[in-house]
């Protein structure tokens, strides 16, 4: 059963890549309705499928005009790039993260340091450098490790304190490396 509906999503898939007019709102020509990008990311990722999660996530990611939303996206496509081993994608797609939340060209992102989007960013940043820093990729970890950093800076105390434990591990571990 599962191959079948791997078989039936990559299907719908294939097809919003071949015509991204599928998702044309009726009611509003010029607005998309990428919610069926985000679920097809989500089901592949539950199937196990992270190739085409990434695909579906990619082009998710690439719609997205708020800038909320972008970050939302781009955080999630990075943490599907780390999953996969795909690191240099996952920094690319954190840095791309960290441009929208200094420069995100309308005011949706205002309090992102007061909630848990702020959290689960210095999270994804965090656990990226423990990757590299266990790739053996210390340069890369310890300048990521100074952004994730700067990212905790950012936050509220009350947002911060989960992140806290796992800054201290991933700068001991970026230490071991050294």
């Known amino acids: 059963m599962t191959e079948l509906a791997r078989v039936t999503l990559i299907r719908e898939l294939d097809r919003i890549f071949m015509d991204q007019?599928?998702?044309?709102?009726?009611?509003?020509?010029?607005?998309?309705a990428t919610a069926p990008l985000s679920g097809l990311a989500r089901d592949f990722e539950e199937l196990g499928d992270l190739p085409q999660a990434l695909r579906a996530q990619r082009l998710y990611a690439a719609l997205q005009e708020k800038g909320w939303d972008r970050v939302s996206a781009r955080y999630t496509l990075a943490r599907l790039e780390r999953e996969a081993d795909e690191l240099s994608q996952a920094v690319d797609s954190l840095a791309a993260v960290r441009d929208v939340l200094a420069t995100p060209g309308d005011d949706s992102l205002s309090y992102w340091q007061q909630v848990n989007l702020g959290r689960f960013i210095a999270e994804e940043h965090y656990r990226l450098t423990l990757a590299l820093a266990d790739a053996d990729r210390s340069e890369e970890a310890r300048a990521l490790l100074v952004a994730a950093d700067a990212v905790l800076g950012e936050l509220s105390d009350n947002a911060a304190?989960?992140?806290?434990?796992?800054?201290?591990?991933?700068?001991?571990?970026?230490?071991e490396v050294d």
């Open 21 to 32: 007019s599928a998702l044309r709102r009726p009611d509003a020509a010029r607005t998309l």
């Open 161 to 175: 304190k989960g992140v806290r434990e796992l800054a201290e591990r991933t700068a001991a571990r970026v230490r």
